[in-house]
Every structure is written in structure tokens, then in C-alpha cells.
């Protein structure tokens, strides 16, 4: 059973950075994708990054503009994600998702990953 537990959430002040990460239990393999996600209370989840495996391409929403970094350490088995200028709106549970499998592409859509983290919670005050 693949287990992801991320790490590294916490509060911070506008403008502030976090590093989230993620350990996976299950070594990824080109072709697979590895996503961040989050929920705020009261929202949909929405994708914030993805990382094709081995491909190195990475995906994000516009809203994003450049803020988060998505990147892994494959020989670890971790997953990563640098958050900087971090806003109010920015504070949801984040969660790390992966699709064991190749994949054309990935996506930022929660339906496209079958494995999830516990979350973790970043807090951005103003």
C-alpha cells in the first residue's frame, strides 16, 4: 500500500515562505506524476503543482503566478514545495498525491491521482 506523509506545514506572516514535503513510500518512476493540492475550508480541492516524473515538466494553476516551486529528490523518495510571497488566501490543508503509472502529461485535476497524504497545515496571516 503506498503511503505519502507530508511535513513541513506551519503559520507564517504575509510574505513568508514555506517548504512543504512529502515522503513516499513507493520509489516513483518515470512517467509518473506527483502533485500538491490543497483544500480551504469551505472550497474545492484545487491542484497547485505537479511534477512528471523523469520528464521533469512541471504544471501549475495561473493563479500561482510563479510562486510555488514543485521539485523531488528521487533518491530519497521525497517530493517537495517551495512556497514564497505567501498570501492570506495561500492558508488551506495541503496534501501531496501521486499516480503510480505512466502517464502522458499530468494533471492538476484531484480525480487523476489515486493516492493521497493526511495533509498539512499552512497558515498565512496578514
Known amino acids: 500500500q503506498v503511503q505519502l506523509v507530508e511535513s513541513g506545514g506551519g503559520s507564517v506572516q504575509t510574505g513568508g515562505s514555506l517548504r512543504l514535503s512529502c515522503a513516499s513510500s513507493?520509489?516513483?518512476?518515470?512517467?509518473?506524476?506527483m502533485g500538491w493540492f490543497r483544500q480551504a475550508p469551505g472550497k474545492e480541492r484545487e491542484g497547485v503543482a505537479a511534477?512528471?516524473?523523469?520528464?521533469?515538466?512541471?504544471f501549475y494553476p495561473h493563479s500561482i503566478k510563479g510562486r510555488f516551486t514543485i521539485s523531488q529528490d528521487s533518491a530519497k523518495n521525497m517530493l517537495y514545495l517551495q512556497m514564497d510571497s505567501l498570501k492570506p488566501e495561500d492558508t488551506a490543508m495541503y496534501y501531496c498525491?501521486?499516480?503510480?503509472?505512466?502517464?502522458?502529461?499530468?494533471?492538476?485535476?484531484?480525480?487523476?491521482?489515486?493516492?493521497w497524504g493526511q495533509g498539512t497545515q499552512v497558515t498565512v496571516s496578514s
Open positions: 498525491a501521486a499516480h503510480f503509472g505512466r502517464s502522458v502529461g499530468c494533471s492538476l485535476r484531484d480525480n487523476a491521482y489515486p493516492n
Open positions: 513507493t520509489h516513483p518512476n518515470t512517467g509518473d506524476c
Open positions: 511534477l512528471w516524473v523523469g520528464v521533469d515538466n512541471t
